[in-house]
């Protein structure tokens, strides 16, 4: 595996770092993401993936390079560009085709029981909500 800058609590990496040509590039090993499944798929001019599903896992699918037509087990099919985002149920059968004439980028996160809500906090904002200071 290529670089990764480790530190306490992140690591940072590229996905050229983390393999050539087409297939898969394993996000979550490459940098540790321990809580949902995450990986990207390079697609060369053409290519079709089989169709696939889950047992458990929700899919999200996001196009950062390239034009993918993702392909449903209803027979439907969806051209996303750069930027497209498609979610898919985990019994879903689902499967991707580069419909561009260069490879195509698919980032892939998976999980399964759900959204943890919003926990975020601005660096110094009151445990309690809002500003520092107010409500103390």
Do not use: C, W
């Amino acid at each position: 595996m290529g670089e990764v800058t480790q530190r306490r609590g992140y690591a940072v990496s590229s996905l050229d770092e983390m393999g050539e040509g087409p297939g898969f590039r394993k996000v979550r090993q490459a940098v540790g993401v321990t809580a949902f499944g995450i990986n990207a798929i390079v697609l060369p001019p053409g290519y079709t993936t089989g169709l696939h599903f889950h047992d458990r896992q929700e899919e999200t699918y996001f196009v950062h390079r390239g034009q993918v037509e993702i392909r449903f087990g209803d027979g439907s099919s969806h051209l996303l560009g750069p930027g497209g985002v498609a979610r898919v149920d985990a019994s879903t059968h689902r499967g991707m085709r580069n419909a561009g004439d260069e490879d195509a980028i698919v980032l892939v996160a998976g999980g399964k029981d759900g959204y943890v809500g919003r926990d975020g906090r601005a660096v110094g904002e009151d445990p309690r909500g809002g500003p520092p200071g107010v409500g103390a």
